[in-house]
């Protein structure tokens, strides 16, 4: 496997290999980061954090073949509490500005990022690191610290509210709720 | 696959646009941060992979380098200069007089703090009263469609321990959010827990939702210095704060870098009231949901709050 191999020789003194392992995985760092958050600058910066951490921490890896879970946990991590702390950063629409050429490709691609941005962050991440980073249940579980069989249920929840909003004429009874809500000023 | 399982990894896939030129600069960048951290461990690993007399070179350069750092920069650069020279580290804490917040920058080794560690739980009130002592509930709704987002858990040390040994703690201390037997081995640091209710608001005219948060934790300062902000919730008296508090870099997730400056964050405010020897207060985060949320909306909450508690 590539990336143990580069985690083998960065452990065993070779300096040059956490350029490669950097640029190696850049793209699914950042986009773990983007997808849960939305933001291009916030998951620039969980990048930089996480890459910072694993610099410091990855000698004391025992198990190279374990990186993916150890690296991606810490990354979620890092998204979660940016995703939760309105303090850090000023949230801004950042969907739009990945836009290329196809029009319709990209309206429909948004419409499912957008639906897939409104679900909750555990099931959001649950189906990111399912699809997006193409693990497996076994490893989200051990990515989240929770059993696969919560897993197991928040990819079920999540593929569900997707279905519906995407599909709806393929449920039966379904209802949109709506609340009137408001302050007083 | 299914339809939906090719539309949600194709979207999520294709979401993601990056360059080449992209990476190499983020790079860049990352290196760039490693090199300023790497402080005093810089003139070590050019020892490392240098014969001697490259060794002295490198080391008067270092010198040199620093010469002029301390010579043409700014304040907090010179300092954090200063510290590599004199090898003492310096942080900048904070003081309070008054109403007022001074930054003080001092070494580390004369800075006693409290820490405190927090994290999400997904366990339920019932599980959450056990672990703290009292009994809590959570209502999912409140004041008219604010909706509890997540339920954390925090814990602090009541006895102070120094800057230097912060780390030490914190893996013991994240350890001892939920463990008993973890927040047992610390009993000499005077442990408690506490937690919050994080609520958010999905107004349609409100881009990002409005935010606050209900805590409570162990009853640990007197009020009454706080008496021309009082309020009244119902029968309990209140008290409407504007806190102050400084705002760090982070140094890696949910750790602040305190050897850089600072800024001082004005745009927070609690409602406090005391109840069965607990702090409870109602926290509106920041400027954004300030103007969303004043005193008689905090005290509305409050009061909403209080009423769905458990007897």
């Given amino acids: 496997m590539e990336l143990y191999d580069i985690i083998l020789r960065y452990q065993n003194g070779d300096s040059d290999s956490f350029e490669e392992l950097y640029k190696n995985i850049y793209r699914k760092t950042y986009g773990t980061a983007f997808n849960i958050l939305g933001i291009k600058a916030a998951s620039e910066d969980i990048v930089q954090e996480a890459f910072i951490i694993c610099y410091k921490s990855i000698h004391r890896l025992k198990n190279p073949e374990a990186f993916n879970t150890w690296f991606y946990r810490i990354v979620v991590r890092l998204s979660w509490r940016l995703a939760k702390d309105p303090l850090r950063h000023t949230w801004g629409e950042d969907f739009e500005s990945q836009v290329s050429d196809n029009t319709d490709q990209i309206c429909s691609r948004l419409d499912i990022c957008e639906k897939i941005r409104t679900l909750k962050i555990p099931l959001r991440t649950v189906l990111i690191l399912y699809y997006f980073n193409e693990m497996s249940v076994k490893e989200i579980s051990q990515v989240l610290g929770c059993l696969e069989g919560t897993v197991k249920s928040r990819l079920f929840k999540a593929r569900k509210i997707l279905q519906s909003e995407l599909f709806p004429d393929s449920i039966v009874n379904s209802q949109k709720k709506f609340k009137e809500v408001g302050l007083n000023e | ?311």
């Fill in chain 2, 1 to 311: 696959m299914s339809e939906l399982d090719s539309l949600i990894k194709k979207s999520l896939s294709e979401n993601i646009s990056i360059t080449n030129l992209e990476v190499d600069d983020s790079y860049l960048k990352f290196e760039e941060s490693i090199n300023l951290k790497k402080g005093s461990l810089y003139p070590f690993l050019i020892l490392k992979i240098l014969n001697y007399k490259k060794i002295i070179f490198a080391s008067a350069a270092c010198l040199l380098c620093l010469s002029l750092l301390l010579a043409g920069t700014s304040g907090d650069v010179r300092a954090a200069a200063l510290d590599v020279i004199n090898n003492v580290k310096m942080i900048f804490v904070t003081e309070k007089t008054g109403d007022e917040i001074k930054i003080v920058h001092k070494p580390s080794s004369e800075v006693n703090l409290q820490p405190y560690v927090y994290k999400q739980v997904y366990i339920s009130d019932v599980e959450i009263s056990k672990l703290i002592g009292y009994k809590i509930k959570f209502p999912d709704l409140i004041a008219n469609g604010f909706e509890l987002q997540e339920r954390l858990l925090f814990l602090g040390l009541n006895k102070e321990i120094s800057y230097d040994d912060k780390n030490l703690f914190t893996n013991k201390m994240e350890a001892a959010i939920e463990n008993q037997k973890e927040f047992e081995e610390l009993s000499s640091y005077n442990p408690y827990r506490g937690t919050s209710g994080l609520y958010k608001y999905t107004r349609p005219d409100h881009k990002f939702g409005v935010y606050f948060q209900i805590s409570l934790w162990p009853k640990q300062s007197n009020l009454e210095a706080y008496s021309k902000y009082q309020v009244k919730i119902g029968d309990i008296k209140g008290y409407w704060l504007n806190v102050k508090y400084p705002v760090y870099p982070w140094m890696s997730p949910g750790q602040d870098n305190m050897t850089n400056k600072p800024a001082i964050k004005e745009d927070f405010y609690r409602l406090v009231w005391l109840q069965d020897d607990l702090t409870f207060a109602v926290q509106i985060l920041n400027e954004t949901n300030v103007k969303n949320i004043n005193k008689d909306a905090a005290i509305e909450i409050a009061k909403e709050f209080i009423q769905a508690q458990p007897d």
